[in-house]
Every structure is written in C-alpha cells, then in structure tokens.
C-alpha cells in the first residue's frame, strides 16, 4: 500500500507570494491532518479534513485555508506569505474509524522558504 | 490547556546501550499516545501507538508504556545502534489533534 505523498517536496517562494500544496493520503483513509514544523515552534496543528469537510481548525491566522477533494486528496494554501511561514509542512492521513483506534501515518512533507 | 514535554532533550550514547526516553503531559484525558521517529529534513515515522485501555506496546527493540494516572510515557530502546540515531517526538491525541513534544534528539555512536 503507497503511504502518504505530498507534492512539491521543495518550495521557494518570495514575500506576498500565496502558495499551495498538495498531500494525496493512504488509499482508503478519509482524514486528512495538516502540521507545520518550525525550529522555534516545534510541530504545530492547522487544520483537519474528513470527508471534504474541514473537521478541527489550529490556532492559525486565515491567511492557511485548505481544502479535500471527493478523492481525499487535500490541499493547503498561504496567502500573502511572510517571512515566518518558512517551515516543513507535513501532511498526515489516518483512517480515524474511532478515537480509540485514531493512529496518523505522515509524509516526507514539504520545505517552504520564503525569501 | 494539553502540554507535553520531553526528556531529555538530547542523548549521545554508544552502541549497545538500553535507552529510556521520556515523554509526560499535562491532561490525562488522552485517546491515545503516539511515539514517532524523525530523520534530518524528513517526515514523521510511526514507531508504536498506545491505545487509552493499553498500558504497553512492543515492536522488535522497542517498547512503550503509558500511564495515563501521573500523565507519563517511556519508550525505551534495546540494544541501541547507529541507525537508531533520529529525533524521537511523543504526541498526545486527546480531542481532535495530536500534540506534540519537543523531542529527543538521540545519537548512537560506534
């Protein structure tokens, strides 16, 4: 079974810029989470999708949206990027059949740089 | 508010040693406990999941436990080796995200 793929896996982008990246989950799970990693914050939650609707919502600004597909697949956007936005953005899926049984199978992420 | 905190924060041993990582937390109304794994640069590996009704989990040279009661988890790491070197995270699921520890960055050398 193919794991968790998330697209591009490098980024580079400049200031005001918006950005937009892509995480195809495990075939067959239907929750997708979205983290960022950041060496003073340390892996932070944004936002959680089951079934192409946004369930669990992080403590961030407005400017990170996501979005899931009939498919699963899930996508997040920045808007008007700032320099503190450069970190890993890792994307997690989990089949989430219950809480007691709710386990998360990561991808290699995406590095965002914001010049 | 759910805190979870990791000692210690980084460990060099040599090979061949029998390891305790710690992970504790603030709240013990948790549905589960995850221990992960991360190499430089990389995405999370999942190592063991322990379930709210568990106690422990083994996988080959691992093992965790959990005692939701004083808000504590161990993984402890047999026989360490050089490619056990990585960060290791704990992460609580307790409502509807998982939150994570700040790691242990861990070094095995030869």
């Known amino acids: 079974k193919a794991g968790v793929t998330q697209t591009p896996r490098y980024l580079i982008k400049t200031r005001g810029q918006q950005v937009t990246l892509s995480c195809s989950p495990i075939s067959g799970h239907r929750s997708v989470s979205w983290y960022q990693q950041t060496p003073g914050q340390g892996l932070q939650f944004l936002f959680e999708y089951f079934s192409e609707t946004q369930r669990n919502k992080g403590n961030f600004p407005g400017r990170f949206s996501g979005r899931q597909f009939s498919n699963s697949r899930s996508e997040m956007n920045v808007s008007t990027l700032e320099l503190g936005d450069s970190a890993l953005y890792l994307c997690a899926s989990s089949s989430r059949t219950s809480e007691s049984s709710y386990e998360q199978y990561f991808g290699p992420g995406t590095r965002l740089t914001v010049t | 508010k759910q805190e979870v905190t990791q000692i210690p924060a980084a460990l060099s041993v040599p090979e061949g040693e029998n390891l305790v990582l710690n992970c504790s937390f603030t709240?013990?109304?948790?549905?589960?406990l995850q221990w992960f794994r991360q190499d430089p640069g990389k995405g999370l590996t999942s190592l063991l999941l322990?379930?709210?009704?568990?106690r422990e989990q083994t996988s080959g040279r691992l093992n965790a436990s959990l005692d939701k009661s004083s808000g504590r988890s161990t993984l402890y790491i047999a026989a360490s080796q050089p490619g056990d070197s990585a960060t290791y995270l704990c992460a609580v699921y307790n409502t509807d995200k998982l939150i994570f520890g700040t790691g242990t960055r861990l070094q095995v050398f030869p």
């Open positions: 709240d013990s109304a948790i549905y589960n």
């Open positions: 322990i379930q709210s009704s568990q």
